[in-house]
């Protein structure tokens, strides 16, 4: 017979859950999905956003100033939220 061993109730599961992990699925899918309808122009800028890259790094990446990389950010952002929500 193999050992038992009552289980505790103040056990805490360690790492994602089934259901969080499957929100995070879900979303990532809904974020790739806007991110194929907006321009090249602002595709490009909110990859990098979402890559971690500073304006300046943006800017020097597609050859263009750190001020026109935040307003294209800025802009991928509002149309990000434009298709996510509407």
Known sequence: MPRTQEVSEHWVAVGTLPDEAAIAVDLRQKVLAALRLLSIAQ???????????????IGETLGISANAAMLRCQRAKIALAEVMHG
């Open 43 to 57: 595709r490009e800028t909110a990859l990098l956003m979402l890559e971690g890259f500073s304006f300046v790094e």
